[in-house]
Structure formats: structure tokens, C-alpha cells
């Protein structure tokens, strides 16, 4: 049928200029017309209260778009409260894929080349039944390797979140609470064989269960890295990412340079490489913030989480923005907090400022009240509270998992309020 194309969803926030520019891109592909377009914009964030006005830019220009007609059709969704980036890409590439079996998805911040859209059709077509095939990547990265290739495409085993396709059979295979974390934790083997795909994606993974990343894309990884399958690449891109603002979560990832025009490309053969995969593997540990991290000692990353936290605390304060505003803004008013140091005591002193209530504090080692507020063992009855804030936020993930059992409402860590 004319009109049998493949939905596309894109994903935006607060940048009006360059969700133009992609759209624009987008409208000079081939057969675009015949496409059915969907617009995913998330809430503002109290954490940036200037973005208020950005995002009503944002949503006023995709009425444009509607309005335009230019696209077979397009739907947008609007949420109503601030997701944040894992959330909405989960909810909305869930909610297309599951009612079309597959999508093509961008982000506001990517442009496309002329003949973008023919070639995921085509590649979703071709690798639809090939079930080694994870997803098709639009974005491939400055290669050296890429000069030997006889071929037009690659197989990788890390995906790519920056302009992909994928199927809803793939879609859904992954668990998003990665409930095997805990054999993955500790089976430094296969710790060694997901570092293949990436020496960074462990330490991603980590930090992601920690609450230190808000990004589905490691959790996607990681379930392409259990089930053995593989990424299609071109070997010239058709995607450029032109973000890096740092109003979306990112990685600092150099790129190749695009040629928006139609490339000559076959499908008919598709390669594996050594060459390359070392350089993957090498690429994303070279990165400004994995180098970092590497060269730290456990104790010492400890304390450069630690200034991580309290460096964004002191972030929100300048902007007289209080690290409460996360309980006032889901109707929470008494507050449990783990851990009885020094980010506690800081913690205690932010919610009484702000009217709110801390029951208690859990800890297994101090006995004696902080500043009048009493202290329970890990083991011992939680009293009735709307939240529990974990500030020991490297063991968060082992905390979080020892008193879910007894735990009746949210477990936070102390990351996500700053």
C-alpha cells in the first residue's frame, strides 16, 4: 500500500531550533509524505525552571507541523508531568511499536540525510526475519577502520540511540528492570565480554542502576549483549547528531561526517570485523568522563560521586531552587532517609526548611539521634513515610534491593533530587 510505511516517533523537550532543523531534514527525504509522524515532548522539569517556555516553543511549533499537513499524518503527545529521557522514549517508542510492529526513531537534535528514510525501510525489511539482527543504526562513528570495508554496512554488537529502527519483537525482549543484575554484578567473565561492545558499557550499566544516568539506551545495550545479536551500520552515515547542549543526556562521542544527499548503497553483503570491534571497544573509553572513572580507585570514585551530588545541590541553590521541590511536586510530606553521614545531615536541614518531615533515619552502625531525629537499624520496622532517600548512593543498588521487602513506597536515591 502507498501509505504502508513505517511510523516514525520522534522525541523532543526544549530546543525549538533544532527539532526545526531536523523536520526540515526530515521533509526533504524521499516519500516522507507517506509517513505518519509522532511527536513525544516532555513536561518542563523543575529542576530548570526556564525551560517552561522553551517546551510551550516546542509544542506550539509541532502544531505548526500538523497543521502543515505535510506528513501523511501527525500525532502528538504532550505529557502532562516531566518524565525525563528514559521514561519517554520507553512509554512512547512502546506504545507506536506495539501497535505497528516497528519504528523508525529520532531525536530533536539529529539531522538526516535525503535518502534516510528508503534506507530503513529497507533495512528493516531486509533483516525483519533475521533474528541476529538487533536493530538498524541511521549514525555510524569515524572509523578507521571503515577504509578497509568492501561492503556498504557492518554488524556491531552495541547499538546506537541516535537515529535507529527496530522491530517490536526485539522491542520487547528487553527487561527494563534488569532483573539479573545481580548474576551480571558478579560474574566478572561476562562483565569482560559486555566490555567488548564498549570498555565504558559495565560502568554505564552500574551507574544507570545507581540512579546516576537517566538513559534507556544502556539497558537496550545490554539486552542486545544477552541475546548475541547485532546493530546495522553504515558505513557512511545518514544521521548527523548535532546536540551537546547539555539539556539532554548525551555522550561526547566524536562522529563521521555526513553527506545529506542519496549514497549508493546494497544490502546484498554485510560483514563482521576484528579491526573494528577493537575500535569500539577503544573509542568509548577514550571519552572525557570514562577516562575519569577508570583512574579511580572504589574509595576515591566514592568521593567523586559524592562532589558530583553536591556540586549539582549547590547548582540548584544558586538558581534558588530547592532539592525538596522533587517531594512537594508528588505530594510527599514525610521522608525517610538511609544513611546517617554527613549528606544526611544536610538533607535533614533542607526538608525541615521546607515545612516537610523526616521520620527517621536507617543506619546500621550510629545509634544516637542527628539533630533530634532518631536512627532504626536496616532490620527494624519502617515507620509510615511517603519516600526513603538513600544517600550511601554508591550501594544504592544493594540497599534499595535489602529493604524492598518492607519497603511500602518509593526508594530513592539522593542523585535524583539534584
Not at 106 to 115: A, G, Q
Request: proline share 3%.
Amino acid at each position: 500500500m502507498k501509505y504502508n510505511k513505517t511510523p516514525v516517533v520522534i522525541f523532543c523537550y526544549s530546543r525549538e531550533d533544532k527539532l526545526r532543523r531536523l523536520i526540515e531534514s526530515l521533509k526533504e527525504c524521499n516519500h516522507s509524505t507517506y509517513y505518519d509522524v509522532f511527536f513525544f515532548c516532555d513536561a518542563p522539569s523543575y529542576k530548570r525552571p526556564d525551560d517552561q517556555k522553551k517546551v510551550y516553543a516546542v509544542q506550539e511549533y509541532i502544531k505548526i507541523v500538523e497543521r502543515e499537513k505535510f506528513f501523511h499524518s501527525v500525532t502528538h503527545f504532550f505529557s502532562e508531568e516531566h518524565l525525563g529521557c528514559r521514561k519517554s522514549v520507553i512509554n512512547g517508542v512502546s506504545k507506536i511499536i506495539g501497535q505497528y510492529g516497528k519504528v523508525i526513531d529520532l531525536e530533536d537534535d539529529l539531522i538526516v540525510s535525503k535518502d534516510f528514510l528508503d534506507y530503513m525501510e529497507e533495512g528493516l525489511r531486509v533483516f525483519e526475519n533475521n533474528k541476529e539482527v538487533w536493530s538498524i543504526s541511521g549514525l555510524t562513528f569515524p572509523l578507521k577502520s571503515l577504509g578497509l570495508l568492501k561492503t556498504d554496512f557492518y554488524l556491531h554488537g552495541r547499538g546506537n540511540s541516535c537515529g535507529f529502527a527496530t522491530w517490536k519483537d526485539r522491542w520487547e525482549l528487553v527487561d527494563w528492570d534488569l532483573k539479573d543484575y545481580d548474576s551480571f554484578k558478579g560474574d566478572y567473565s561476562l562483565q569482560d565480554r559486555f566490555s567488548e561492545r564498549g570498555y565504558d558499557m559495565p560502568y554505564l550499566l552500574k551507574q544507570q542502576k545507581e540512579g546516576f544516568l537517566d538513559s534507556w539506551a544502556i539497558e537496550w545495550d545490554y539486552c542486545q549483549f544477552k541475546h548475541e545479536m547485532k546493530t546495522v551500520y553504515p558505513v557512511k552515515s545518514r544521521v548527523y547528531h548535532c546536540g551537546e547542549d547539555g539539556t539532554h543526556v548525551s555522550e561526547d562521542i566524536p562522529q563521521q561526517a555526513i553527506d545529506l544527499s542519496e549514497a549508493v548503497y546494497s544490502f546484498e553483503s554485510i560483514t563482521e570485523n576484528k579491526e573494528i570491534d577493537e575500535e569500539y571497544r577503544e573509542l568509548f573509553w577514550k571519552l572525557k568522563d570514562y577516562e575519569n572513572f577508570k583512574n579511580l580507585s572504589p574509595e576515591n570514585s566514592k568521593w567523586h560521586e559524592y562532589y558530583k551530588i553536591l556540586n549539582n545541590w549547590m547548582i540548584l541553590k544558586e538558581k534558588e531552587i530547592s532539592i525538596c521541590q522533587y517531594f512537594k511536586a508528588n505530594r510527599m510530606k514525610r521522608i525517610a532517609i538511609y544513611g546517617a553521614g554527613d549528606l544526611a545531615k544536610h538533607l535533614i536541614h533542607e526538608i525541615r526548611k521546607e515545612g516537610l518531615d523526616v521520620v527517621c533515619l536507617i543506619d546500621k552502625n550510629k545509634k544516637n539521634p542527628i539533630d533530634g531525629v532518631y536512627i532504626i537499624a536496616p532490620s527494624d520496622i519502617i515507620p509510615e513515610c511517603d519516600v526513603i532517600v538513600i544517600t550511601p548512593v554508591m550501594d544504592f543498588y544493594d540497599i534499595s534491593r535489602s529493604i524492598a521487602k518492607q519497603a511500602t513506597v518509593p526508594v530513592i536515591s539522593i542523585a535524583e533530587l539534584v
